[in-house]
Nanobody, 116 residues
């Protein structure tokens, strides 16, 4: 079993910054891809940023230049969010796809609210 625990959400004014953290635990040898997704009220969950074990990254167009994803070991991933906008308000979910597993796993989500 794989567990993901997120932290770092909160309330911030537009233009501010937040840093989200996610740590994976469980019977994991390594994790190929980790990422952040978000879901706003009434909308579908969407990819925000993903990063492979080799350091390759991919960002949603809406966050390019403002958000940065990074990993400092195989089981922790971070999302630095700068220049936040009200439209970034959502529940942010961490996702991990461990090597050798057939599916990815989700964290419980952390709320990010950006006030105008």
């Amino acid at each position: 079993q794989v567990q993901l625990v997120e932290s770092g959400g909160g309330l911030v004014q537009a233009g501010g910054s937040l840093r989200l953290s996610c740590e994976a635990s469980g019977s994991i040898f390594s994790i190929n891809v980790m990422g952040w997704y978000r879901q706003a009220p009434g909308k579908q969950r969407e990819m925000v940023a993903v990063i492979t074990s080799g350091g390759s990254t991919n960002y949603a167009d809406s966050v390019k230049g403002r958000f940065t994803i990074n990993r400092d070991d195989d089981k922790k991933v971070y999302l630095q969010m700068n220049s936040l906008k009200p439209e970034d308000t959502a529940v942010y979910y961490c996702n991990a796809f461990p090597t050798g597993y057939k599916r990815g796993y989700w964290g419980q989500g952390t709320q990010v609210t950006v006030s105008s």
